[in-house]
């Protein structure tokens, strides 16, 4: 990925950024798009084939404990 970052004491005007921040200290920043590879795809976790069949859900397993048991503060 290529990039370039400029610091402009006083931003002028050629610079396409909003006019509140024309002549004020910016930093630029540019990123070339088309070099950027998508992120991997997110691997879903299968359980393991000798489970199938031998887990049987009870009912909601979400409320059967506090949230803060499942790392969430009320």
């Not at 990039?3 to 005007?13: G, K, L, M, S, T």
């Not at 610079?15 to 990123?31: F, G, N, S, Y």
């Not at 992120?39 to 031998?54: D, E, L, N, T, Y």
Request: charged share 25%; proline share 11%.
């Amino acid at each position: 990925m290529s990039a370039f970052r400029q610091i402009y004491e006083d931003a002028p005007e050629f610079i396409p950024i909003p006019k509140a921040m024309q002549h004020h200290r910016i930093e630029v920043v540019l990123l070339t798009l088309d070099e950027i590879t998508p992120s991997q795809p997110v691997r879903k976790r299968i359980p393991p084939p000798h489970f199938a069949g031998r887990v049987k859900e009870l009912g909601d397993v979400m409320n059967t404990l506090s949230a803060e048991d499942w790392g969430h503060s009320e």
